[in-house]
């Protein structure tokens, strides 16, 4: 069995993955014996009647009972089998444990936030413990689209809706970086949508978790600020920092450059357009690039967070 999950499917890292993969194997174990078996049939009952001469006849066949009654009743009770083993294995994975470690995931075009019960927030990598039940609590942004968040190795897979909490959850098996992606079609920068779910051991987890809660944003400089911000609010899904295009303009060499809109006026990217950018981004669409900015961090980031960012692209020289 081992053998075939390595062959057919990615290695099972979660409690329940080995389940699933059980079904599968059965399933077309199954489907391969019927195909055969039939197969087998057809060519054997070719040759055996057919047609030898002119006058040959096909005699009169009403039906046959215990035929019938075989060949409904044997695939009965492997859908009834398919059936029963199915739902057995939904209800584990749609029922997490009570004492379940809770993150609340947060999609929007073109990333991810996934925030810990102690207020830590992860964009791109989510970070759990090993050996430890975690409850994802999950929606997408008010005003974005539908997205999936799939682990290939936890056997998992869910829908993100806006204005509607879907839940889901894993137990990790051993430590080691399992990647996820968006399986929802959601735009442009749809292939982008991934990263790592970072399964450490306990002690790890606890030290990892006391340092991000340590990092102050008003003892840090206005770049680190905004380099925080900057993966933390997903902006690296659109805009990178290495000069590489992607939904929208890169961050690296902006600054003091000449921007042409799409409506024919060209702007300096100095101090105020970066922040302008940010905040009614909808005013000023780079010519080439779709409007696809979300017009509400005005309105979620203040003003030092504001004034970080802008210090961050500034930096990217």
Partial sequence: MEYLTNFFLPSAESTYAGGVDALFHFINIISLILVVGITIAIVYFSIKYRRKSQEDTTPLITHNTKLEITWTVIPLILILIVFGWGFNDYVEMRTPPANAYEVYVESFSFGWNFEHPNGVVESENLTVPVNTPVRLIMRSRQDDVLHSFFVPQFRLKQDLMPNRNTYAWFEAVRPGDFVYF???????????????????????????????????????PLAEVGELLYRREGCQGCHTTDGASRVGPTFAGLFMTEREMTDGRVLTADEDYLLNAIVNPRDQVVAGYPNNMPAHYGDTLSERELQGLVEFIKELQ
């Fill in 182 to 220: 968006c399986t929802e079609y959601c735009g442009g920068g749809h292939s982008i949508m991934n990263g790592y779910v970072r399964v450490v051991e306990q002690d790890q987890f606890d030290e990892y978790m006391e340092e991000e809660m340590g990092r102050d944003l008003d003892a840090m």
